[in-house]
C-alpha cells in the first residue's frame, strides 16, 4: 500500500526517516533510579509512529492503544513542556486520519488523549 502524501509530509516535517537512520538513544537515569523515558530527543515520536503505522495498517485499537501508551509515559514521568505539545500535534495528527478514514470515535479518543496530555 502506498504511502499517503500527507503522511509523506508529516514524515518530512517531523524529519523521522533521518532519525530513525542517525540517532540511536541515550537513555539517562532520574536520581529516583527511574528511567526518564522521553528525555532522548525525538523518544516522543515513537507512540505517534506507532499509531501512525495502525492507521495506516487499518487497525484503529491499536493506534489508539500505542498513543495511550505514551500517554501513560507522560503522565507517570517528568516530560518537558516542550515534548508534550509535540506530542499533543502529533496526537492531533493521528486523530485526524483517523476521522478522514471514518474512525470518528477513535478520532475522539486520539483527541481527548492529547488533551489530557496538554494539562
Known sequence: MPIPIGVRS???ERGYMRAVATKRPKWRRSRAIA???FDVEDAHYGPWASALSFVLA???DLALTALGEGALQVAEHQ???GVRLAMVDSYGEIAR???E???EG???VARRLAGDMAH
Do not use: C, D, F
Request: aromatic fraction near 4%; charged fraction near 20%.
Open 10 to 12: 508529516i514524515w518530512s
Open 35 to 37: 528511567p526518564v523515558l
Open 58 to 60: 487499518e487497525m484503529p
Open 79 to 81: 516530560t518537558p513542556a
Open 97 to 99: 486520519l483517523l476521522e
Open 101 to 103: 478514514r471514518g474512525k
Open 106 to 108: 477513535h478520532a475522539q
